[in-house]
Each structure stands twice: as structure tokens, then as C-alpha cells.
């Protein structure tokens, strides 16, 4: 018995070797500061801070609506449950490295004829399978496992910063076709006033026919434009369901482009690209590479030698009542060794295997990295030259309104022709359109730079660090 005890000491005390590489982090693949230029704002304004969802889309509607899909989206459902089956994996895993300790119990009755009839009792507590974790393999294993549960986690964090961003380019594009549809119920009602005007004249011997037929063209575009944006809005709330994974209160709703384009809060200034550090695809990505480095460990151990104990502790009786009496004690206990002497370069290659997905996920890293660089450099030379954009669209609706206002006075002064007045309210139409197309741009655009820093990822380490995914207790 003090020999498997002293057994088990030793085994224990060694089984603090590792054969894992050493793992430091990649250099960074990307540069240090963000990209600059005429498409840029200047660097100090393109830097960009720690922020919350609510800090960038400030409206209380949109804010339920994202509280809400965090209830109820099933995609986030899904990572909850990906998340709990990584977390039992790891414990299962955990769980070889340490004995496993069963307790039998049995009676046995047999007779023969012409011998007497014989009764056995037994109990006992036994180690059927321990292994010494002399190399370090079931620790890597373990710590393979222990990785790959926090990249699922970081996964479900990347599948939540989506979904918040999906939530409100869904809820900007209901208000971009709701202000589309009041455009083109504005036209189809001037068009009609054209019509009845046009129509009057050409009874009146004033205007020729063709005037007519263009202000009913014009009339009919407007009118297949209202039917498409009613459609287009039926569609914005049945993605918006899909999102939030319940029905939507037409309470929050937003009326106008307009209204919820000021809603969308400007990011302001202060953080370099180490920031993307944070992001909840890269830290999934470097938590994958830690595990494949842990993975080499395992292998490298599995070139060893493997020893195993087993032991038993029991109690034997030909008699019930004398089971746990002292002389019913006995015990055992053994040690085994197993070592593959010919596996034609399996084991080594199964090294090789490991160190090429190693490889592979640091490939996988840097470009994860590269990819969230490239994503943040796109949006933020959206944003250096939306303002501008911005403002050009609104210059150009004031000029073609004032040009169909004056251009329609004058036709009806009998000073233009008709066609003048007909390519102004086409201009006009097109230029408030345009200016939608171009607030929905400005909106999405610091929706897509909130998404590609990481979003609420920011807040939960200190700048310049990775994301701390919590130790779990299992």
C-alpha cells in the first residue's frame, strides 16, 4: 500500500514536464498607426477609443432592439451551446490526468454436486488505469482543450459584435426606405397635380399631347417607386425579426433617415492599431495557435515511453459478517511500461503533422490581423470623405429644388416649356434620393467602423493589450 502511495507522489511530482514549444506572440503583421492621405482624416482624428454600443447608436429604440436580439437570437443560442459542450470537453480532458477510482462490491454463491455449497463476499476500491504524466501529454492535451474552449468563447463575443452591428445597418436601412417612400409619395403627388394641369391645358388647346405622356410618366415611376419602397419596407422589418428572434414593436421604428442618422454617434479620437489585438476574431484566432502549439507538445510526448499504474484495495469473505474483519484485507498494486518499437516514423510524423498546423493557424493569425487592418483602413477613408459627400448632396437638393421651383413657375407663366419643368422634378426627385443614399452611407459607415475595432470588446482590457478571456471553472 506505502509503495503505490509513494508511486503516485512520484508520478505527480513529474508530471510537471512539458515538451510545448514556447509560445510568445507574433510580431504584428500590420503597421503601428493607421493609413493616412487624402482620403484620411487628420491621423489625431483618425485614432480611434474604447466604446460601447451605447455610446455609438445613442437612440433608446435601437438600443431595446439590440437588448432584445441579445435575448433572443438564435445564432447566439448556438454559441452558448458551443461554449458549454468546449467547456465539457476541457473537463473530460482534465479529467485523464488524473486517477480514475472505482468501487466494486459482489457476492458470489456456488455449489457442485457432492461438495458443499460455498458463498463469497467481496468489496473494494481499485485504480484499474493511471498514467504518470512523466512528458507532459496529457497536460498539453489539456491545455489544447482549455484554448480551444476560450476561442469558442471569443467566437460567440464575434457572433454577438455582428449581430449589434447587423441590428442597426437593418434599423438605418428601414429608415433610409421610409424617407424613400415618403420621396416617392411626395413626387407621385406632385406628378399628379402635373397631370391634372397638363391635362387641362391640352383640353384648353394650350399644351401639346406629348406633355401629357411625360407628366404621366413621370406619375407612374413615382407610383411603382411607392410600391416597391412599401415593399422594401415589409422585407427591412422581417430581417429585423430574424435579428432580434421575436416580433418588432412598430414603436421602434425610426420615421426618417434623417431622424435616426443623428442618432449614430461620431468616434472620436485617441487609439493606434494595437487595438485590433482586441478583436474577438483575432484573440479566437491567437487562442486557435496556442492550441496548436499545445498540440505539438503532445505529440512530442507520445514519443516516450508511457507507465501506468493500477491498484486495488479490498476486503474478501467467505462470510457476510466477516467482511470487514482483519483478516479479510488485501491489496495490490502494479506498474506497466509501453513503449512502440516500430511504428514505420508514425510518431515523428505525427510531429511533423502538428508543427504544419501550427503553421497553419499562424498563417491563420496574421491574416486575421492583416484582414481587421484592412477593414478598419476601408471604413475610416469612408469616413475622411463622407462629410464632404455629405454636404455636396445637400447642396445639390437645395439647387435642383430651386431650379423645379423656377423652372415650374416659369411653365406655368407660359415663359419654359414643359420639358424644362419635367427635367427639374426629375432632378430633383433623383437628388433627394441621392441624399438618402448618402445619410444611409455617413450612418452604416460608423456602424462598420464600431464592427471592425471589436466594439465592446474595447472596454474589457486595458489599450495596447489582448482581450482576457476569464480562467473558466469547470
Request: proline share 5%; net charge neutral; hydrophobic share 45%.
Amino acid at each position: 500500500m506505502k509503495r503505490l502511495v509513494l508511486s503516485l507522489m512520484i508520478g505527480t511530482a513529474l508530471a510537471g514536464c512539458s515538451m510545448d514549444p514556447h509560445y510568445a506572440r507574433p510580431e504584428s503583421s500590420v503597421p503601428a498607426s493607421w493609413p493616412v492621405g487624402d482620403a484620411y482624416l487628420r491621423q489625431s482624428e483618425a485614432s480611434l477609443p474604447a466604446i460601447s454600443y451605447r455610446d455609438v447608436f445613442r437612440d433608446p429604440r435601437l438600443q431595446a432592439l439590440i437588448e432584445q436580439a441579445l435575448v433572443n437570437n438564435r445564432d447566439l443560442r448556438v454559441a452558448a451551446a458551443n461554449i458549454a459542450a468546449a467547456r465539457a470537453q476541457y473537463r473530460i480532458q482534465r479529467a485523464n490526468q488524473l486517477p480514475e477510482v472505482d468501487a466494486n462490491a459482489g457476492a458470489t454463491v456456488a455449489d457442485s454436486k457432492g461438495t458443499p455449497r460455498r458463498t463469497s463476499f467481496t468489496a473494494d476500491v481499485a485504480v484499474p488505469s493511471f498514467e504518470i504524466d512523466l512528458f507532459g501529454r496529457l497536460a498539453s492535451l489539456s491545455r489544447a482543450e482549455q484554448d480551444r474552449y476560450f476561442a469558442t468563447e471569443a467566437a460567440a463575443r464575434a457572433t454577438r459584435l455582428t449581430l449589434v452591428g447587423d441590428i442597426a445597418e437593418a434599423w438605418l436601412t428601414y429608415a433610409s426606405d421610409a424617407s424613400l417612400l415618403k420621396i416617392a409619395q411626395d413626387t407621385a403627388a406632385n406628378a399628379e397635380r402635373s397631370v391634372t394641369l397638363t391635362k387641362a391645358r391640352l383640353d384648353g388647346g394650350i399644351a401639346p399631347r406629348t406633355d401629357l405622356r411625360q407628366a404621366e410618366q413621370v406619375l407612374e415611376t413615382a407610383r411603382g417607386d411607392v410600391a416597391q419602397q412599401t415593399t422594401a419596407l415589409a422585407q427591412d422589418i422581417n430581417a429585423l425579426q430574424l435579428l432580434v428572434g421575436a416580433p418588432i414593436d412598430p414603436a421602434t421604428l425610426p420615421a426618417s433617415i434623417d431622424e435616426a442618422a443623428a442618432t449614430v454617434a461620431e468616434l472620436p479620437a485617441g487609439m493606434d492599431s494595437s487595438v485590433l489585438l482586441r478583436r474577438p476574431d483575432v484573440v479566437q484566432a491567437e487562442y486557435q495557435l496556442r492550441a496548436g502549439n499545445a498540440e505539438i507538445g503532445a505529440a512530442r510526448a507520445a514519443l516516450f515511453p508511457r507507465i501506468t499504474l493500477t491498484g486495488l484495495l479490498g476486503l474478501a469473505s467467505n462470510a457476510l459478517t466477516g467482511l470487514f474483519s482483519g483478516g479479510g484485507f488485501n491489496w495490490s498494486a502494479g506498474a506497466a511500461a509501453s513503449y512502440p518499437i516500430f511504428r514505420a516514423g508514425a510518431g515523428r510524423a505525427n510531429v511533423q503533422l502538428s508543427e504544419a498546423q501550427r503553421d497553419a493557424l499562424l498563417a491563420t493569425y496574421e491574416k486575421t490581423i492583416q484582414t481587421a487592418f484592412r477593414e478598419v483602413s476601408d471604413a475610416l477613408a469612408r469616413r475622411g470623405t463622407m462629410a464632404e459627400q455629405l454636404r455636396a448632396a445637400r447642396a445639390q437638393v437645395d439647387a435642383t429644388a430651386d431650379t423645379y421651383a423656377l423652372t415650374d413657375a416659369r411653365y406655368r407663366g407660359g415663359i419654359d416649356t414643359f420639358l424644362a419643368s419635367l427635367d427639374a422634378q426629375r432632378s430633383l426627385y433623383s437628388a433627394r434620393r441621392t441624399l438618402v443614399a448618402t445619410q444611409l452611407t455617413q450612418a452604416t459607415n460608423l456602424v462598420s467602423l464600431y464592427r471592425s475595432l471589436g466594439g465592446d470588446m474595447l472596454l474589457e482590457a486595458g489599450e495596447g493589450e489582448p482581450v482576457p478571456v476569464p480562467t473558466p471553472n469547470p
